[in-house]
């Protein structure tokens, strides 16, 4: 079975001048480069902080609709707050460039046909973690302010924790990735200093929509630079290496991170780091999944605590006053290895983000 390779940030954040530093980024590099994503390993983020990060969000989305529904800002994008189940739609449902990436995957690897499919079922929150630029920004929805649930006065505190260890682990490893394609240290990170971050869990009501092959979010790209995920209760979470064109199940091991690579960083590389073979998460492919096995086992030992999948995820985004063009050392490296690529051109970052949430229904297109 094929498994994403595992790169130590400790190794990395101990000294980035070290041979086992210098492998790691290198490695880093590497495994974005071929597969599009790498899990990462480090210590500093405790399962106990994930766990109550976990048990937070399945509280919040067992509470009655018409609380969630305060929690709505569809007016910045649902860019804050909660979407609802059946609101944001996978690009790749409707897309002609993914499709043809999904015409070209071996009949047995390719995901579950989205025809039909229409909106994911799993609801979301973003929590944005970004720091306010000194400058005026050309894009206010990315500065829209936080959403606070009435229900959970210590809000703030509780997500913010888990988030904090998110960032920090993502940070490290734009670090690690710079170095590791001959960057300066600092060239993603101080591009994305003013980010529009998102802490994201999703979350899928398993009671509801637990069901063979149920589509819990489809086939597609994150938008963003990079996506970290922490482990979650239940597996499900699928990729697709550039490197094999075949669907990896996702194993996350204690002290390990996945990262995945968004439109943001294809952009900055001129396609040297694809985000094209994407995350596709779907439930019970078999009859004896480990997703039933999982349900099971959660049901025996918690019974008293509500079903839902919660994902463990964080968007991490470039500045949106960023002009997002292809670096072009890059670019030539991408060419060199893998032929022509398609002219990206530039955009800033804020223009990026508003087309992409018009492509899956959050946002209205122009």
Known sequence: MLELPVVSLDDYLRDPTSDSGRKAAQATAEALILTGAVVVRDSRAPKQANDRFLDLFEDYFAQEREELVKDLRPEVGYQVGVTLENTERPKCSSDDECLSVIALLEETQRPVDLSGHGADPKCRWFHRMSETPPYPSAFPVCSAPNVTPRAFPDWEVRVNEWGGFMKQAVEGVTRMLAVGLGLDESAFLSAGKYGSHLLAPTATDLEKYGKLNTIFAGFHTDLNFLTIHGQS?????????????????????????????GKQLEWATGGLIKGKLPKFENVFRKRFSLTVQAMERRKRDFPDRPLNRISSTFFWHLSPDHLLQPDPILSKMAQDRFGPQKDYGAMLVGEQVQRELGLIALMPSN
């Open 233 to 261: 209760r239940y597996p499900g979470l699928h990729i697709w290496a550039r490197n094999s064109g075949k669907r990896i199940p996702v194993r996350i091991p204690p002290e390990c991170l996945l990262v995945q690579a």
